[in-house]
């Protein structure tokens, strides 16, 4: 049975779409590192793990209805370089041996984050100061800029057009700095290579 709360799923089910929506083949440290490195936001790993397990290939279909991505993901039972096994989930098309990142481990509290309260840096001794993102100009940016970013899909790009919600600098565990763009759809989606990403003024 999944442990996270309602606000917790939402936020889960945002990050996997991004990484779907990306091509980024993903295991369920993937999606908890991630949102506790950028959200600030404290969840078990084995609670993102069972949610995954439980929605992950309902999701995609619902990104392939709406034409998103191109077809459903799975998962695939895979081998770490820690000699455990995790879900690799990929889509159909992909082998699950194309997942780069098998030695990945699990940010404890200790690393950074309060799973009491969600504070960020709770242990930081990292003197190195985060970047902020900037565009494709070198402009930084702002909540409420209108942006441009391509997408790809297979051969195909394009330009599509969004509104910045959130910005997050770089984290002391080198996540890369990202922004949180809500798309003329209404989706929500979350921009890793802000220097593809233009600016609007």
């Known amino acids: 049975m999944c442990k996270l709360?309602?606000?917790?799923?939402?936020?889960?089910?945002?990050?996997?779409?991004?990484f779907m929506r990306n091509g980024v083949l993903f295991t369920s440290v993937d999606i908890a590192n991630d949102i506790k490195s950028h959200q600030k936001h404290w969840m078990r790993n084995?609670?993102?793990?069972?949610?995954?397990?439980?929605?992950?290939?309902v999701l995609s279909l619902d990104?392939?209805?709406c034409g998103d991505i191109e077809e459903p993901w799975i998962a695939t039972y895979s081998r770490m370089d820690n000699g455990k096994f995790a879900n690799v989930y990929h889509p159909l098309s992909v082998s699950a041996d194309d997942y780069i990142t098998r030695d990945l481990e699990a940010i404890s509290p200790d690393r950074g984050v309060d799973q009491n309260n969600d504070d960020w840096p709770l242990n930081?001794?990292?003197?190195n100061v985060p970047k902020v993102p900037f565009d494709f100009n070198g402009v930084e940016f702002q909540i409420g800029d209108t942006v441009y970013y391509p997408t790809r899909k297979?051969?195909?790009?394009?330009?599509?057009?969004?509104?910045?919600?959130?910005?997050?600098?770089?984290?002391?565990?080198?996540?890369?700095?990202?922004?949180?763009?809500?798309?003329?759809?209404?989706?929500?989606?979350?921009?890793?290579a802000v220097e593809n990403v233009v600016i609007m003024r």
Not at 164 to 170: C, G, L, P
Request: net charge negative.
């Open 46 to 57: 084995r609670d993102v793990a069972d949610f995954l397990r439980n929605n992950v290939e």
């Open 5 to 18: 709360s309602q606000t917790q799923c939402e936020i889960v089910r945002d990050e996997v779409e991004d």
């Open 124 to 127: 930081d001794q990292n003197d």
């Open 154 to 192: 297979e051969s195909s790009m394009w330009m599509n057009k969004g509104v910045v919600e959130d910005t997050f600098s770089s984290s002391p565990l080198g996540m890369p700095p990202c922004i949180k763009v809500r798309k003329n759809t209404g989706r929500l989606v979350t921009i890793k």
């Open 63 to 65: 990104l392939v209805s």
